[in-house]
């Protein structure tokens, strides 16, 4: 089975500032820590204040079962809030080379 990188592109809501959003984000990130088939995540914030939230899986079933997870999960409301929700677009995408990430 091959790795699997979820890609979320989004903005803020109306009202979020960054420390806002950057606050939530400790409990998405004690929520990650729980799902199986985490590899690595990197949330970063773009030139015009939007954000790209990178995640890698095990596998695509994995990645799938917590993005379900991530909808019912407590740990995940204050980061959802804080989220445009018109403003997202994720995508799957299936790893066909890659190279280590020291950092």
């Known amino acids: 089975m091959s790795n699997v990188v979820e890609i979320v592109n989004f903005k803020l809501a109306n009202g ?4 806002d959003f950057i606050a939530s984000n400790e409990q998405m990130e004690s929520f990650l820590k729980e799902q199986e088939g985490l590899l690595y995540r990197t949330l970063c914030e773009k030139e015009d204040a ?54």
Do not use: R
């Not at 954000?51 to 407590?74: E, H, N, R, T």
């Open 50 to 103: 939007s954000y790209v939230d990178i995640v890698y899986w095990q596998d695509m079933a994995l990645a799938k079962k917590a993005q379900q997870a991530f909808y019912s999960s407590p740990l995940c409301q204050m980061f959802a809030q804080n989220i445009d929700k018109e403003s997202v677009q994720l995508e799957h995408v299936k790893v066909i080379a890659s190279q280590g990430c020291e950092g």
């Open 16 to 19: 979020t500032t960054h420390q």
